[in-house]
């Protein structure tokens, strides 16, 4: 059973908006911070936002910063990802992950995460 499942992304000219989801099956997992993150062909996965349990914090990667927000619905055990203003250099896999430690703040390293999902393409058209 999948335990992080993305949903949302898609084909979307520049400048355009999507917003991606990331649903997760065990209830627990509203106790965790989650991020998102994204890789690129031929590059390295990268850190994109993050979120503390209680949405108290957030972190994001200053090439996003002013154009994407995440935020999280508990009680829909669901991280959303909201990308404005988008630019082809976004274009890439996006994947949701959960935090190694419950009741964690809002990290920005992928050895923080230990559970990933499959990831949501997004490409942005010039």
């Known amino acids: 059973q999948k335990q992080l499942v993305e949903s949302g992304g898609g084909l979307v000219q520049t400048g355009g908006s999507l917003r991606l989801s990331c649903t997760a099956s065990?209830?627990?997992?509203?106790?965790?911070?989650m991020g998102w993150f994204r890789q690129a062909p031929g590059k390295e996965r990268e850190f994109v936002a993050s979120i503390g349990w209680r949405a108290v914090t957030t972190n994001y990667a200053d090439s996003v910063k002013g154009r994407f927000t995440i935020s999280r619905d508990n009680a829909k055990n669901t991280v959303y990802l909201q990308m404005n203003s988008l630019k082809p250099e976004d274009t890439a896999v996006y994947i949701c992950?959960?935090?190694?430690?419950?009741?964690?703040?809002?990290?920005?390293?992928?050895?923080?995460?230990?559970?990933w999902g499959q990831g949501t393409q997004v490409t942005v058209s010039s």
């Open positions: 992950a959960a935090h190694l430690q419950p009741l964690s703040g809002a990290s920005t390293s992928p050895g923080s995460f230990a559970t």
């Open positions: 065990r209830r627990t997992f509203s106790n965790y911070a």
